[in-house]
């Protein structure tokens, strides 16, 4: 059976029927039209994708409901304290681990330094007392314990040393004994720990850090002939509907504006239209533009690739 190419121009090509069958059934990569009802709409929540009541905007310019994002971040921020503490209590096992290496490399240093002197001097100069015949005995029992050790260790030539292949001849990782090999690498043992949690919780759409005090509130003005709270909002100046242009809010006065009509008649003199008072360029936040259907407004089409056998 010959294999068949997804390219069209290559070795074996599928055919049209081949191809419009294949992808009924999940073959290759699928794609589809996103519709306006799958786009989030602007003033709407980016966690629960309702409409925001009491709307409240990120530094990033992402719109959230209040209660939505609060919980979020009492949740994160409960997460990242048992997460620190499962990081701090690995970081201490290596650094019991270290501890210990430095000792046992201390005790053999005391004994290496013993096995040279070959002897201890008692009283002084006077009299000197040399151990020879206690280090002799006490090196002589314990080779004949190593020996005897060695010997009723030593396995029998059974089917595991031979039958490389099983599993249960296969070698067995150990933990924790590079203290006792004496291979202990400070470094590797670092390396090898997970990532340190963050100090705060991220954000859910940015992935930046974020504070509860940064959340910035917004007084959207939604249009009145809409149902309830589900009518487009308004631009604070202009009256228009704001759907997918680009809007921006005032931090001091927490209203939103259209972009254009911010350029055309806040930019001048930097000077809030509502409140009155002087304003800096960071006290402006572009938000995030709401989507439709229409390519203009962003990404609208979803693609998804499934491995195929071929």
């Known amino acids: 059976m010959t294999r068949k190419s997804k390219q069209p121009g290559g070795h074996n090509p599928l055919t049209y029927s081949e191809r419009k069958r294949l992808k009924s059934s999940g073959y290759g990569t699928q794609s589809t039209r996103l519709t306006t ?8 929540c980016s966690l629960s994708t309702s409409p925001a009541i009491e ?15 609060v919980s979020y971040l009492l949740t994160k921020s409960g997460d990242l304290k048992r997460e620190k503490a499962e990081y701090e209590k690995l970081r201490l096992g290596v650094e019991e681990r270290r501890v210990a290496w430095e000792e046992t490399c201390r005790k053999r240093e005391v004994e290496r330094f013993a096995r040279k002197d070959q002897g201890a001097i008692v009283g002084g ?3 000197a007392l040399v151990v020879r015949q206690d280090a002799a005995k006490a090196l002589s ?11 009723a260790s030593k396995p029998e030539n059974s089917l595991k040393q031979v039958s490389y292949w099983l599993s249960e001849a296969q070698p067995q990782h150990k933990k924790h004994t590079a203290i006792y090999s004496g291979d202990f690498d400070y470094r590797k043992e670092i390396e090898a720990l997970p990532p340190p949690p963050p100090e705060r919780p991220l954000s859910p759409m940015s992935g930046n850090p974020l504070k509860l005090k940064q959340l910035i509130p917004l007084h959207l003005l939604h249009d009145k002939q ?15 509907q704001i759907t997918t242009q680009p809007a921006v809010c ?3 006065s927490g209203q939103v504006i259209l972009k254009s009509v911010y350029e055309e008649l806040v930019k001048p003199d930097m000077v809030c239209p509502i409140s009155s008072k002087k304003l800096k360029e960071g006290d402006v936040i572009e938000l995030v533009s709401g989507k439709s259907g229409f390519a203009a407004s962003g990404d609208v089409v979803a693609r998804k690739y499934n491995p195929t056998l071929t």
């Open 55 to 69: 709307a409240v905007a990120t530094p990033s310019g992402h719109i959230y409901e209040r209660e939505a994002i």
């Open 125 to 127: 100069e006077s009299s």
């Open 226 to 240: 809409g149902k309830g709270t589900n009518g487009k909002v308004l631009c604070a100046l202009s009256q228009k």
């Open 37 to 44: 009802e799958s786009q989030l709409p602007f003033g709407y």
């Open 141 to 151: 029992t314990a080779s004949s314990t190593v020996a005897s050790a060695s010997v």
């Open 250 to 252: 005032i931090k001091p």
